[in-house]
């Protein structure tokens, strides 16, 4: 039997199954886990910055196109034992590059790698380029074109010890970041963060949620596209497995009238977003526009004590400064002292949450809070205080006799 036919029939990466390892932010996993299983995959291994799965490119298409907290969605091309770069090197070129990409392509590589002979992962990434463009050129004469842009097809080592993989990193661009922001302002959240922290919530989706203090609205922007399911693949239309050889437009495009499709309209939705400067709310109405949900978030600027609260139950959510990055952190005392007293006197019956990177600010809320949720922003170990904000005074529980 010719080994060359046996191999080319294994190289339809759309429709076979092989290894599928889908990143995210640390802390983010058990809600990307969460995502994973609602889409109907069988999540087979989960780790601290991500989880592992079986399935095909055509699976890594909805899953790119689906997933709120994921950063990359990696699909694994091969495997083998490496203890040296020279080994990579020999290893990559005798793979049969020219049935994954287009003479007439672009590519990059990027590489995790943790090996005693490595002290630079440029060094990696060049080996695999050269590796690349050496088997195609030796192959096909033409070679692609390679740089750091991620906006074609990126592949990705990763190389621990004795072991290396390399993998097709179907996204490209982080997925971390939605697509819709197209105006940052002041030390925004992360929109795969905000997606997690709301998943961590126990709003149910259609009762009241007010965000006060929000900023460029990342928060009230992914509470709306969590109650209308409305998911980042709507305003993305480029990831590198579109640039890789077996690409159906088709296919993709089907997915992307699904999306559409599974929208869905929640009735007397609101979802309340305030600030004190005007220009956050303008940067706000932008980015909710770009989203196409600007019409179903009530903007208000005012100071965060004056945000209307409409009857209970709801959430509200506070994503104040945390005095790591911006603000002072004895003006924030009292700042955070205030935000207790609004939650007390003008959030009752409400479940609230505020999301910090400063404990000791926190306390200062007066408040006990009824979970201390784990997350990170940045490289800040940050919390999610939830709050069970009683209406009128909670009733002791009278002793037995």
Same mark, same amino acid.
């Given at each position: 039997?010719?080994?060359?036919?046996?191999?080319?029939?294994?190289?339809?990466?759309?429709?076979?199954?092989?290894?599928?390892?889908?990143?995210?932010?640390?802390?983010?996993? #058990?809600?990307?886990?969460?995502?994973?299983?609602?889409?109907?995959?069988?999540?087979?291994?989960?780790?601290?910055?991500?989880?592992?799965?079986?399935?095909?490119?055509?699976?890594?298409? !909805?899953?790119?196109?689906? !997933?709120?907290?994921?950063?990359?969605?990696?699909?694994?091309?091969?495997?083998?034992?490496?203890?040296?770069?020279?080994?990579?090197?020999?290893?990559?070129?005798?793979?049969?590059?020219?049935?994954?990409?287009?003479?007439?392509?672009?590519?990059?590589?990027?590489?995790?790698?943790?090996?005693?002979?490595?002290?630079?992962?440029?060094?990696?990434?060049?080996?695999?380029?050269?590796?690349?463009?050496?088997?195609?050129?030796?192959?096909?004469?033409?070679?692609?074109?390679?740089?750091?842009?991620?906006?074609?097809?990126?592949?990705?080592?990763?190389?621990?010890?004795?072991?290396?993989?390399?993998?097709?990193?179907?996204?490209?661009?982080?997925?971390?970041?939605?697509?819709?922001?197209?105006?940052?302002?002041?030390? #925004?959240?992360?929109?795969?963060?905000?997606?997690?922290?709301?998943?961590?919530?126990?709003?149910?989706?259609?009762?009241?949620?007010?965000?006060?203090?929000?900023?460029?609205?990342?928060?009230?922007?992914?509470?709306?596209?969590?109650?209308?399911?409305?998911?980042?693949?709507?305003?993305?239309?480029?990831?590198?497995?579109?640039?890789?050889?077996?690409?159906?437009?088709?296919?993709?495009?089907?997915?992307?009238?699904?999306?559409?499709?599974?929208?869905?309209?929640?009735?007397?939705?609101?979802?309340?977003?305030?600030?004190?400067? #005007?220009?956050?709310?303008?940067?706000?109405?932008?980015?909710?526009?770009?989203?196409?949900?600007?019409?179903?978030?009530?903007?208000?600027?005012?100071?965060?004590?004056?945000?209307?609260?409409?009857?209970?139950?709801?959430?509200?959510?506070?994503?104040?400064?945390?005095?790591?990055?911006?603000?002072?952190?004895?003006?924030?005392?009292?700042?955070?002292?205030?935000?207790?007293?609004?939650?007390?006197?003008?959030?009752?019956?409400?479940?609230?949450?505020?999301?910090?990177?400063?404990?000791?600010?926190?306390?200062?809320?007066?408040?006990?809070?009824?979970?201390?949720?784990?997350?990170?922003?940045?490289?800040?170990?940050?919390?999610?205080?939830?709050?069970?904000?009683?209406?009128?005074?909670?009733?002791?529980?009278?002793?037995?006799?």
């Amino acid at each position: 039997m010719n080994p060359n036919v046996i191999q080319s029939s294994t190289m339809d990466i759309f429709n076979k199954a092989a290894r599928i390892v889908i990143t995210c932010n640390k802390r983010l996993a #058990p809600y990307l886990e969460k995502e994973v299983g609602e889409l109907g995959f069988k999540v087979e291994k989960t780790f601290v910055t991500g989880l592992e799965l079986k399935g095909t490119v055509k699976d890594c298409i !909805l899953l790119n196109m689906n !997933l709120r907290c994921a950063s990359q969605v990696l699909y694994s091309l091969t495997s083998f034992k490496c203890d040296s770069p020279e080994i990579l090197y020999d290893k990559l070129i005798a793979f049969e590059w020219e049935k994954i990409i287009s003479p007439n392509g672009y590519f990059t590589v990027t590489s995790h790698a943790e090996h005693f002979t490595v002290n630079n992962e440029m060094f990696v990434n060049v080996k695999v380029k050269d590796a690349i463009v050496d088997r195609m050129r030796r192959e096909l004469g033409p070679r692609p074109n390679s740089g750091p842009d991620l906006d074609k097809a990126v592949f990705h080592l990763y190389w621990k010890d004795e072991r290396a993989e390399i993998f097709l990193d179907t996204s490209g661009e982080t997925l971390a970041k939605h697509g819709y922001r197209k105006i940052p302002g002041k030390a #925004p959240m992360l929109e795969a963060l905000a997606a997690a922290t709301l998943m961590a919530t126990k709003w149910d989706r259609q009762s009241p949620f007010v965000n006060p203090m929000c900023g460029s609205s990342t928060v009230a922007i992914e509470a709306v596209m969590l109650a209308t399911n409305r998911r980042p693949g709507l305003y993305r239309n480029n990831y590198s497995f579109m640039h890789v050889i077996g690409y159906d437009e088709k296919f993709y495009q089907l997915e992307a009238s699904k999306l559409r499709s599974q929208i869905v309209e929640v009735p007397n939705l609101k979802v309340i977003a305030s600030d004190l400067n #005007p220009d956050a709310i303008d940067i706000s109405i932008i980015n909710a526009g770009v989203a196409g949900v600007d019409s179903l978030i009530d903007f208000q600027v005012c100071d965060f004590e004056q945000t209307e609260v409409p009857s209970a139950p709801g959430v509200v959510f506070l994503n104040p400064e945390y005095g790591e990055r911006m603000g002072d952190v004895t003006e924030l005392e009292g700042t955070y002292g205030r935000i207790g007293d609004f939650l007390k006197k003008k959030c009752q019956g409400y479940t609230g949450y505020i999301f910090t990177g400063n404990l000791d600010l926190a306390k200062k809320v007066g408040l006990k809070a009824s979970r201390r949720i784990e997350f990170y922003s940045a490289k800040l170990d940050c919390r999610l205080l939830e709050y069970e904000l009683y209406a009128g005074s909670r009733r002791a529980t009278p002793p037995t006799t």
